[in-house]
């Protein structure tokens, strides 16, 4: 199975990107899929997770304002919907799947790099 994230760029404050999730697995039923983002000097951190059986959300209370997460079961890809974005939100985004119960993800994209300026 593969991950691959794509859609990131450089993007002035306030402005929009999606980023796109492309998943090679057969069935994502009993996954759970995810965003991180990791800012240079930082640790990486949760954005925002989707269950793929039921399309349960979860979102990091900093961004569930801004950030939106989809699915699309045919394309078999997940999206992050980022609006009103603040310089604050440039990091490297990777996405990533775990399986339902366990407690880490051990799938992880190359991540796409986001850029916001001033």
């Known amino acids: 199975v593969q991950l691959q994230a794509s859609g990131g760029g450089l993007v002035q404050a306030g402005g929009s990107l999606r980023l796109s999730c492309v998943t090679s697995?057969?069935?994502?039923?009993?996954?759970?899929v995810a965003w991180f983002r990791q800012s240079p000097g930082k640790e990486r951190e949760l954005v925002a997770t989707?269950?793929?059986?039921?399309?349960?959300?979860y979102y990091a209370d900093s961004m569930k304002e801004r950030f939106t997460i989809s699915k699309d079961n045919f394309k078999k890809t997940v999206y992050l919907q980022m609006n009103n974005l603040k310089p604050e939100d440039t990091a490297v985004y990777f996405c990533a799947v775990k399986a339902l119960g366990d407690a880490s993800y051990d799938l992880w994209g190359q991540g796409t790099l986001v850029t916001v300026s001033s």
């Open positions: 697995a057969r069935t994502l039923s009993r996954y759970i």
């Open positions: 989707i269950r793929w059986g039921g399309g349960m959300t």
